[in-house]
């Protein structure tokens, strides 16, 4: 790994492949290799997990991006209720980007929704080093668009996520559909050997039930299992802990692929 530097942080926009612009913070240090991180669902790049975790690859001298996907922060786009495919597209846009740079992607890192995404670009794609923080492994659970959602949507074509009485954002049948046909256990069972993931939970995660972490690690071949005890899906108690173990694992698999 790279030794500390002075960071400084660069705005950087990036076309997808529909030339809709992904912007992104790009805490630069000097070193070729960078840290991708992804955010969740219905968040941006300036979620506390994310932030936290780009200062923290700063101090140990290794360049972080973390950006919105489309239809999220300053992005542009449309958001997406269920197009988890779609920002693993954006993610692939992220990495060629700076593959044309000359620089080098070692690893992907995305909390809650954003675990998701990195997982489906592995099954796709080779990368060296994979983190799950928190992702979830049944996306036919979770769906929370109140009782009989599923007949509502087929009638009039779609359903509002209300907040006190209040549209939050609409949900179509098609992005619910999308949602509904993303098979994480089939995406997962092709992530290969040479990856390196680190899967992380929290044991009292109200959001992602933790036994998600155990049914990614019976199928992923190469994984590193941590259960913070206690831990909620924002790990609101257990920053430190977190901020640590990743870094615990990148120094580890950093040292194995030099």
């Known amino acids: 790994m790279a030794t500390a530097s002075v960071c400084a942080q660069q705005k950087i926009e990036i076309p997808n492949r529909q030339n809709e612009k992904l912007v992104g913070l790009l805490h630069e240090t000097g070193s070729r290799e960078i840290v991708v991180l992804c955010h969740g669902f219905k968040s941006n790049k300036n979620s506390k997990i994310i932030m936290n975790l780009a200062s923290s690859l700063e101090k140990e001298g290794i360049s972080a991006f973390r950006f919105d996907f489309s239809g999220n922060g300053e992005s542009e786009g449309s958001f997406n209720y269920g197009n988890y495919s779609y920002e693993a597209d954006d993610l692939h846009s992220v990495i060629q980007h700076f593959t044309s740079k000359n620089r080098v992607v070692t690893t992907i890192l995305g909390h809650s929704r954003g675990g998701n995404v990195v997982l489906l670009y592995a099954s796709k794609n080779h990368i060296c080093n994979v983190i799950n923080i928190s992702g979830r492994y049944d996306l036919k659970k979770g769906i ?9 949507i087929k009638q009039q074509g779609f359903v509002d996520d209300a907040k006190e009485g209040k549209p939050v954002f609409r949900v179509t049948e098609k992005s619910l559909m999308e949602r509904l046909n993303t ?26 039930p933790v036994a998600d972490a155990n049914e990614f690690a019976k199928i992923i071949p190469n994984h590193e299992l941590e259960i913070f005890k206690g831990a909620d899906h924002g790990y609101t108690k257990h920053e430190s802990q977190l901020v640590s173990r990743v870094m615990k694992f990148l120094k580890r698999v950093c040292v194995m692929n030099n």
């Open 183 to 208: 098979n994480m256990h089939e995406a997962c069972l092709k992530i290969g050997k040479d990856c390196n993931v680190l899967i992380v939970h929290g044991s009292k995660d109200k959001i992602v």
């Open 144 to 152: 929370r668009l109140g009782d009989g959602y599923l007949e509502r």
